[in-house]
């Protein structure tokens, strides 16, 4: 990460969170298309639904796991050996914690937030009932993101994919037994992912216990010393805004579930059919945006911010070219792919109209990604999480206040996403801009 050329390590590094992003989302794919299939466009409402309100509930430890990121490759960036230690055990403490408040979060919350997001009646109890199951498995979710967050601060990405590969094979495996072969319905998916996230997390906590250099976990310095406040703090430092901001992202993007809801089960389901496909594009982007992070990160704490820069530059060009090319090829493609989850007609036109109106422009969102990765590795996290949050949630809340007079158009509801991305991307490149000149002012 430290020395010569930087397109190809990059590259390198960057190939698996790609196919670690796509068979991640192959697998909640999974669980949405065997429910469809399977159980009816119902139950395929009821467990899309909550793809939003999963990610409200979880995105503050994603976000807590790139401070896990930063903090440490810092460490290594400036050869900090003990540093790089206690990171590490602050942040295993931190999972296991986190961990257990989230599952328990989610089990009191789940009612009552699918009732106000006006969750179609019909679908409810189904929706519920998947998200109670589905919270069982978060604590070792968080488990495996800290992990991976650990692994590719020393520029490891393979182990992380090889551990989601086993996991995902028993993910779809359990899916297809669960539902197809013994009758399960939403309770059957839920299941599945719960026992692939235990196994996911017990794959990367082994890897990292046998791991020999600075980053082994040490079993008795977790659960045999208090954490380490400063530790704490700075991961808290990078890890916090980038939470909020994903949270917040996420609490956007629940109130235009609300709207979506509005549209009944139909347009639920087909919401949440085309939603698998702008997340497959934008793992491909975060791939990018978390390459940019861990090489900033090493390369600031080693002075050099030269290379900064062109990680900046090498890091956007790579995501705009590969997130366009692919949301061109699934909106061109667009009745075949939505195919695989539903040939209900209905549902059909509601998912095409969203791949039109919000996929196709998904590269748009490029910019404020890689721009706000670098600004955190580049240790200022609070400013893109409060541009992200400006951009994404006010302006959508404001949108979804005013949608009732607006005609009740399904896409033009839709149209929020691509204008509150252009209007971000403005913002973070005035931000980034005055960040780099500073830093090097500073250096002078």
Known sequence: MLRGPLARPMLLFSLPLIASGILQQSFNSVDVAVVGRFAGSQALAAVGS???????????????????????????????????????????????????????????????????????????????????????????????????????????????????????????????????????????????????????????????????????????????????????????????????????????????????????????????TAINFEVYCYFVLNAFGQTAVAFTSQNYGAGRLDRCRRIFRISLLMAIVSTVALNVLLVWGRYGAIAIFTDDAEVVRFAAERMLSVLLFQGIACYYEIAGASMRGLGFSMTPALITIFGTCVLRLVWVWCFPSSGGSFIRLMMIYPLSWALTDVAMAVAYTRIIRKLSLDRQ
Request: charged fraction near 10%; aromatic fraction near 8%; proline fraction near 3%.
């Open 50 to 272: 909550n793809g939003p309100v999963i990610s409200l509930l979880v995105n503050m430890f994603i976000g807590l796991a790139v401070g896990v990121n930063v903090v440490i490759a810092n460490y290594i960036g400036r050869n900090n050996s003990r540093g790089v230690g206690a990171a590490v055990t602050a942040s295993a403490q931190l999972a296991l914690i986190g961990g257990i408040a989230l599952f328990a979060l989610a089990m009191m919350a789940s009612r009552p937030i699918l009732e106000v997001l006006n969750t179609p009646a019909d679908v409810l109890d189904q929706a519920v009932l998947y998200l109670r199951i589905y919270s069982a498995g978060m604590p070792f979710m968080v488990i495996y993101n800290f992990g991976a967050a650990i692994l590719r601060s020393i520029g490891d990405t393979q182990r992380p994919f090889y551990s989601l590969v086993a996991a995902g094979i028993v993910n779809v495996g359990l899916n297809f037994l669960f539902v197809a072969g013994m009758g399960m319905d939403v309770d059957g998916v839920a299941w599945a992912t719960v026992i692939s996230n235990i196994v996911n997390a017990a794959i990367i906590t082994g890897i990292l216990i046998r791991e020999q250099g600075d980053i082994h976990l040490d079993l008795r310095a977790v659960f045999g010393s208090r954490p380490d406040g400063s530790q704490l703090r700075k991961i808290a430092g990078i890890g916090v805004p980038a939470g909020l901001q994903g949270t917040v992202f996420a609490f956007s993007n629940v109130f235009i579930l609300s709207a979506i809801n509005t549209f009944g089960s139909a347009g639920a389901a087909g919401s949440a």
